[in-house]
């Protein structure tokens, strides 16, 4: 007996999704450019306040309503995911809320980076996956007369501490940043929406959809991933996180 078209339809449309969710974690990702990863097919999962452990925060440096994570950004400093990673998937949303906002997303920070960290400090080891707002070069210009040129406000990775990496290029001045190709970052108050994946020792940066910046030989290639506090408030929300063989 002959199938009715739709459920032949069905079928095409479940294999075709199958292909593209294998072929996104053999290795590049299968989208277009300025397809934004939601990150809900299978594997993914959504992380919460529950998720997170403190580091060297205030009570209420963190907050969680209704599905935002807020930060009042004081003390300087992290919040941890309870379980350390390897290969992993991250999808996130992030804004500044205040002209100038410095932010970022830890990657593969160690165990003992993390260790009695006091409060106005950040870990001394990990990958950062810097969140700037726009307005934090045009301080930085005022403040010291000098251009902002050793890093951007879109999306810039680089190691930090104890922690390795070679970057890909573009390279700041010192070569110790991937800079990022593009300029995609929104401003002040906008949703910006960051995919960020990890594995074997690799690590890449997409901005609103698109690949701009990421490095290689990571070392440690391991470790706990953190959202950091660094003086301004900023929020994130739909933190998802699929871990990969």
Known sequence: MKRPWSIWRGAATVAMTMTLATAATADEPARAPGYVLHGTGPGWRELKEADFAPVNGDPDTWTWKDGIFHCK???VGVIRIKKPVTNFELVLRWRHLKSGGNSGVFVWAPEKALEGL????????????QILDHGYAE????????KPDWFTTHGDVFPVGTSKMKPFPPLSPDGSRSFPTKQLSLGLNQWNHYYVRGVNGE???WV???EVSGG???KPASGFL???SEGSPVEFKEIRLRELP
């Open 203 to 205: 690590i890449r940066l």
């Open 216 to 218: 290689s030989e990571c």
């Open 226 to 228: 953190c959202l950091e």
């Open 208 to 210: 609103n959809g698109e």
């Open 73 to 75: 950004g004081t003390p």
């Open 118 to 129: 006091k409060p106005n400090h950040l870990p001394p080891g990990g990958i950062e996956v």
């Open 139 to 146: 301080q930085y210009e005022k403040q010291t007369g000098k």
